[in-house]
């Protein structure tokens, strides 16, 4: 009688350090919202002098540019990922929670290294920092599906083994294609550069990922 009071004791423990889902969401709701705006920050205008017309600054802020508008549609895959993954899971426990707190942690980092890249685009570090940038924020986001997914954990117990092997193979494919421009990087950071645009394509059109998985789960 006593080890099945301190089994109930043990559960209401761990409840206690979840929280619902709802709660989590809006956390990162809040959170993506401020990374993206913070993006905007990144610009910043110098006075103008007799010599430099507005012209010619807004000229040297033009990669400042390219690089925020990519960055912010990368924040809007993860956030659109993340909602979708929300569609199926019902339910959270401690250690899911810790992986949620890690990748916002990551995603504030971008704007950071989103700026970097944006001054310094011709060095080889700038564009391997935003990349892993990029490479962690997928593996944590890779890692809270199947974390919630395996055995059914945190999912319904009728969800397909279909399903939940063509969202796996969506991030799969992403966090390989990422690793790929990092590892190009150090051989030509432009061609690095221009591969992570293909893969935020990829990011935003998932059904054409999701062919291709068929093919590999039929």
């Not at 019902?90 to 929670?97: C, G, H, K, S, Y």
């Not at 063509?166 to 799969?172: L, N």
């Amino acid at each position: 009688m006593s080890f099945s009071v301190e089994e109930h004791a043990d559960a209401e423990l761990e409840k206690s350090g979840a929280l619902t889902t709802a709660r989590i969401q809006s956390l990162g709701d809040n959170i993506f919202a401020f990374a993206m705006t913070i993006l905007v920050l990144n610009f910043l205008l110098p006075e103008l002098g007799r010599e430099v017309s507005l012209g010619q600054v807004l000229s040297g802020l033009s990669f400042s540019f390219l690089t925020y508008v990519m960055s912010f549609i990368v924040l809007g895959v993860m956030w659109v990922s993340q909602q979708n993954q929300y569609h199926f899971i019902e339910r959270t426990d401690r250690f899911f929670l810790w992986i949620n707190i890690f990748f916002l942690m990551f995603v504030v980092f971008i704007p950071f290294s989103t700026n970097m890249l944006g001054l310094y685009y011709d060095s080889a570090l700038a564009v391997l920092i935003y990349g892993l940038n990029l490479l962690i924020c997928g593996a944590l986001l890779y890692m809270h599906w199947s974390y919630a997914t395996h055995a059914h954990r945190l999912v319904a117990p009728n969800l397909s083994d279909r399903v939940i092997k063509v969202i796996s193979f969506r991030f799969i494919f992403i966090i390989l294609w990422v690793s790929v421009a990092v590892l190009v990087s150090f051989l030509s950071i432009p061609a690095a550069f221009f591969l992570f645009v293909p893969g935020m394509i990829l990011g935003m059109m998932p059904t054409l990922m999701d062919r291709l998985a068929h093919r590999f789960f039929s």
